[in-house]
């Protein structure tokens, strides 16, 4: 029999010690949100720190991705059969492949103004979950902490995402739910 993973917020392990990301988000309205990736004890293992400050946020930037983040993490999580999660003031544990795919939001708008801000959003939502994760290896390895802001992939990113129109009202295009969230189809045998 097999157990059911036990989660927290959205997709989180619920086990002391895994690799997660942590997005803080403080009471006072004012106040910057952080994202910080935590790699729990195997970074210790492999001699790296145990956290790193991804990116800070402005609240307002954070308020312009905070629900397009949740619907499309929710989608999958729901497709997953794992609870959903919110944002809420304090520490919002994120799973390890979703964070990254929320730091390539955060990295793209975190210097955007309100109407780039919509462009982002709705780009971001049009890629496909591998590609996040690629945007996010490339950029990491370059760019990936909170003070190497506008550099290299991080300012790439901000470019790609940012660049054109949104979408004209009423007609939103919603990626389909993919079942596979948690399993990787590469490696799967046709049988």
């Not at 919110?86 to 975190?110: F, M, P, Q, S, Y």
Request: glycine share 8%; with cysteine.
């Amino acid at each position: 029999m097999s157990e059911k993973t036990v989660t927290v917020d959205f997709g989180a392990p619920d086990k002391f010690g895994a690799h997660l990301f942590r997005v803080e988000i403080p009471a006072n309205r004012n106040d910057a949100v952080v994202i910080v990736e935590d790699y729990g004890y195997r970074g210790q293992e492999a001699g790296i720190p145990r956290e790193e400050e991804r990116v800070i946020l402005e609240r307002t930037v954070w308020s312009g991705i905070a629900d397009i983040s949740r619907r499309e993490f929710n989608d999958r999580l729901k497709a997953a059969g794992i609870s959903t999660g919110r944002w809420h003031i304090g520490a919002n544990l994120v799973d390890r492949l979703l964070g990254k795919e929320l730091c390539v939001l955060a990295w793209a708008a975190e210097t955007a103004n309100a109407e780039q801000l919509l462009v982002v959003c709705h780009k971001w939502a049009a890629l496909r979950p591998e590609e996040r994760w690629w945007l996010f290896a490339m950029t990491s390895a370059e760019a990936g902490l909170s003070e190497d802001k506008q550099r290299g992939w991080r300012r790439a990113l901000f470019f790609a995402l940012s660049d054109g129109d949104k979408l004209p009202p009423g007609r939103k295009r919603r990626r389909p739910v993919e079942a596979d969230l948690f399993t990787l189809p590469l490696f799967e045998s046709d049988k």
